[in-house]
Every structure is written in C-alpha cells, then in structure tokens.
C-alpha cells in the first residue's frame, strides 16, 4: 500500500526567501506524482506534473524534482510571495496491479505561511 | 471555459440519514474521480468513473457508491451516514494524466 509523507508538516517564513518542501513515498513503482495547492476551505490548483520518466518540472518560481528509486520529490520555491501561503499537497499516482494506475495517494499537507 | 463544478457547496444532514453530491467535470474531460478530505488530512480516494462505470476503487464501505451519467456527469451517494462521514468532498476530472478539482462540498453529519 503507497504511503505519501510530507515535511515540514508546518513552515512560516519571511517573504522573498527560497524554501524547499519535502514529499516522500513508500512504493517506488509509481505513475507519476504532482504538487497541488489547496486554500483554506477550498478546492485543489494543481502547480506541476512529473512522470515517472521525468526528474524535474519548473512552472515559474516554482520547481519539482522526483527521485523514484529513492521515493522522495521536493518542490522549491523561489523568492517566496505572502500570496504563496497555502497548504501544498504532494500526491502520487501508483502502478495499479492490472497495469494501469491507481487513484492518487495524498501526503497530509504543508502548510505554508509567508510573512509580509 | 467552466471548470468543475460541485453541488451543493454546503450541506447538513442528520446521522443515518442518505445524501447524494453532484459533479459537472470540465468541459472534454471524460474520466471522474472522488475523493474524500477530512480536516487537517489530505485527500483519500474513493472511486473513478470513466464510461459510465467503476474503473477503480479506494478503500471505503459499500455505503459510498456513485454514477456517471452519458454527459459524464456523476454523482456520489452515501447511504447510513456516520458522524465521520462529515469532510470536504473533492470531485476531480480527467482526460490523460492531469487533474483539475472542483471546490467541493463541505457535508457536515450531526
């Protein structure tokens, strides 16, 4: 059974820092993965999809890396925005045992705030 | 260009009682998916539908069943609510491999 772990479970920073988010997971035999990010009480943006057969993705400031033999991805933000305060999920899309893939597996969130 | 769009956005209901949340997804998706976020947690997946069928299925109760109409609309249905059935209820489309999530519906059981 995939396991997704997300760390920091909580990080508060001053604006224009650069700031990594940790994601790991347990079964290396995954799809793909991305990085969402959620507002309080509202519903997913998705920020960068990485295949399996991808090592990095870049959309602006932010930028996703994936190692899938040592189950881990990061998400680096550069020059971190007070707009940048949210909670990020990583999710996981697995191998499913017929060949095709699973639903995705969620970390529980970072949640971001970016100080002004 | 709509996204998804979720219905309704709030919703109350006693324990016991049966609820039925609804999903448009965006305009050229065919796939649907649900999943449940309880507070302080990350999403889990309950099912997917594509071609008006279950494809797969996350680990919840027969309570939790769902449909997808023609138009690839679907709706989710939960029979015998529990007080920990309350959660926000993310509904997600697809066509390929991106996601796009609605806002969801927020059901709170008392």
């Known amino acids: 059974k995939q396991e997704v772990t997300q760390i920091p479970a909580a990080l508060s920073v001053p604006e224009g820092e650069n700031l990594v988010l940790n994601c790991s997971f347990t079964?290396?035999?995954?799809?793909?993965l991305q990085w969402f990010r959620q507002d309080p009480g509202k519903g997913l943006t998705s920020l960068l999809l990485?295949?399996?057969?991808?090592r990095e993705q870049t959309s602006g400031r932010l930028n996703a890396s994936l190692d899938k033999s040592s189950g881990r991805s990061t998400l680096y933000i550069a020059a971190s925005q007070p707009g940048d305060s949210a909670t990020y999920l990583c999710?996981?899309?697995?191998?499913?045992?017929?060949?095709?893939?699973?639903?995705?597996?969620f970390g529980k969130g970072t949640h971001l705030i970016i100080q002004p | 260009d709509a996204g998804v769009t979720q219905s309704p956005t709030h919703l109350i209901k006693t324990r016991g009682q049966q609820v039925t949340l609804r999903c448009s997804p965006k305009?050229?998706?065919?796939?649907v998916s649900w999943y449940q976020q309880a507070l302080g947690q990350g999403p889990q997946f309950i099912f997917q539908?594509?071609?008006?069928?279950?494809?797969q299925r996350g680990n919840f109760p027969d309570r939790f069943s769902g449909h997808q109409f023609p138009n690839y609309s679907s709706e989710l249905n939960v029979n015998a609510l529990l007080l920990g059935d309350s959660a926000l209820y993310l509904c997600?489309?697809?066509?390929?491999?991106?996601?796009?999530f609605g806002s969801g519906t927020r059901l709170t059981v008392v």
């Open positions: 990485i295949q399996s057969s991808q």
């Open positions: 079964d290396s035999a995954i799809y793909n």
């Open positions: 539908y594509y071609e008006e069928e279950e494809r």
């Open positions: 997600a489309s697809s066509i390929g491999d991106g996601y796009t």
């Open positions: 999710a996981v899309r697995s191998l499913g045992s017929g060949g095709g893939a699973d639903g995705l597996t």
């Open positions: 305009s050229g998706h065919d796939t």
